[in-house]
Nanobody, 115 residues
Framework: QVQLQESGPGLVSPSQTLSLTCTVS??????????WSWIRQPPGKGLEWMGA???????IYSPSLKSRTSISRDTSKNQFTLQLSSVTPEDTAVYYC???????WGQGTQVTVSS
């Protein structure tokens, strides 16, 4: 059974870079032909797909966030990471990592942007 777990700071200051890591167990991020995604849900709003890294290593991003988003991976640790730069309070959300097409989701982690 594939399991995903998000980790990272719960509080980020405005203008800083938000960094989150997703650790995957029970399956390799390089061999399943999945898109490993980052998805967020701001309070009171719906899910927003942010971007993904394919098992091949190719990345794709939401056009609205592309200028501030970077997704990378560490295959030796079976992890992929999200970096979101120049954050504002509007980036406050629950952040999820997922291989959504396969139905694999992390439990989500709350990130608050505040001074």
């Amino acid at each position: 059974q594939v399991q995903l777990q998000e980790s990272g700071p719960g509080l980020v200051s405005p203008s800083q870079t938000l960094s989150l890591t997703c650790t995957v167990s029970g399956g390799s991020i390089t061999t399943n032909r999945y898109y490993w995604s980052w998805i967020r849900q701001p309070p009171g709003k719906g899910l927003e797909w942010m971007g993904a890294i394919h098992s091949s290593g190719n990345t794709i991003y939401s056009p609205s966030l592309k200028s501030r988003t970077s997704i990378s991976r560490d295959t030796s640790k079976n992890q992929f990471t999200l970096q979101l730069s120049s954050v504002t309070p509007e980036d406050t959300a629950v952040y999820y990592c997922a291989a959504a097409s396969a139905g694999y989701w992390g439990q989500g982690t709350q990130v608050t942007v505040s001074s």
